[in-house]
């Protein structure tokens, strides 16, 4: 494709271009030779331009480069998403519709051109939507409802039972944890894309939802009745305990745990790690375990490091305070920790 095709269908501003240069593929800044082009969306490699094979590089409005053609956008990533697809394709699936090793129950609806990929379950009752995707393995429990283009990547259980245990004593006395039926289902909205070994668990009762536009990375488990807003991001590793509200656009890098029955508001941020175990307000940003907000976190992790200095300079002003002769404060151990 030329350069000048490109830019027009990106809507980028060409500088320092030959409009009729031809671009086949897509690569890093650092990976990429002639005939391809790259991005920078991060300022912190804006060194890189000085280096590159690029044949051209999406770049922001404000960057400049004497030396790399440059492709001017207002949002170079988005723009890089766009490219891949012009330049690459989507992917191509190597069959349509129901695979004949997957497993779709007569009961089920599956909407046009979606495609479901061997050993997938779909259970009774189920309705799936148009142009989804369920890779292999992904499992679809009994009256869970998915919307159109819904991806679903391999090992994804949606609607399995939800943590829920009664403990009551038994006749000798003895704690016994009774299972309480999970009797809701689960409902995924259009757009939605889970990433491999993700678990939904179905509400106990009325519906567990991950609403649309949200995207979730590997090995995230929403518990029963939790319910996730629009456009969110969770990055992998994630766990929502159950009757957790999720506001939308919230964003929740890896590791994030939240316990149970919180409320997180609208566009919040929540840093890598963080445990979660209060409500959270609209557009806050927390990090931390338990999480915390940020400015607050910077200056508790400032300290934190300095324990051992500061441990040592108490102890040393408690002998002070004790005067010679005097035994020292219990537990003192000097450098010792």
């Not at 094979?53 to 956008?73: D, E, H, I, M, T």
């Not at 441990?311 to 537990?331: C, D, M, Q, T, Y």
Request: charged letters at 20%; hydrophobic letters at 40%; one cysteine or more.
């Amino acid at each position: 494709m030329r350069l000048s095709d490109l830019a027009s269908q990106l809507n980028a501003t060409l500088e320092n271009a030959s409009p009729d240069t031809d671009v086949s593929s897509v690569a890093t800044l650092e990976d990429a030779r002639a005939g391809q082009i790259s991005f920078l969306s991060n300022p912190k490699y804006v060194r890189q331009l000085e280096s590159t094979q690029a044949s051209a590089v999406l770049a922001g409005l404000n960057v400049k480069s004497q030396r790399v053609p440059l492709l001017k956008v207002k949002d170079p990533y988005y723009a890089f998403s766009q490219a891949i697809v012009l330049l690459h394709g989507h992917r191509k699936h190597p069959h349509a519709g129901v695979h004949p090793a997957a497993h779709v129950d007569e009961s089920a609806s599956v909407g046009e051109g979606t495609v479901i990929y061997p050993g997938a379950y779909v259970g009774v009752r189920v309705r799936i939507g148009r142009d989804c995707i369920l890779y292999p393995n992904v499992v679809i429990y009994e009256d869970c409802v998915l919307g159109d283009r819904v991806t679903l990547h391999a090992g994804c259980v949606v609607g399995n039972d939800g943590f829920g245990y009664a403990t009551h004593a038994g006749p000798d006395g003895v704690p016994v944890h009774h299972k309480i039926a999970q009797t809701g289902n689960v409902v995924i909205e259009d757009d939605v894309e889970l990433g491999a070994n993700c678990t939904i668990q179905r509400a106990t009762l009325g519906s567990t939802v991950i609403a649309r536009g949200t995207k979730f990375g590997d090995g995230v488990t929403i518990g029963h009745g939790s319910k996730v807003g629009a456009h969110c991001l969770f990055v992998a590793q994630i766990g929502l305990a159950g009757s957790v509200t999720v506001g939308h656009h919230v964003v929740m890098a890896g590791q994030v745990g939240v316990a149970g029955h919180l409320k997180i508001g609208d566009a919040v941020n929540i840093g890598a790690q963080s445990g979660v175990m209060d409500d959270i307000d609209p557009k806050s940003t927390v990090v931390g375990s338990p999480a915390m907000p940020v400015i607050h976190a910077r200056r508790v992790y400032s300290l934190f490091t300095q324990l051992p200095d500061l441990e040592k300079r108490i102890k040393e002003l408690e002998r002070k305070l004790a005067g010679p002769g005097e035994p020292s404060p219990p537990g003192d151990r000097g450098d010792v920790i």
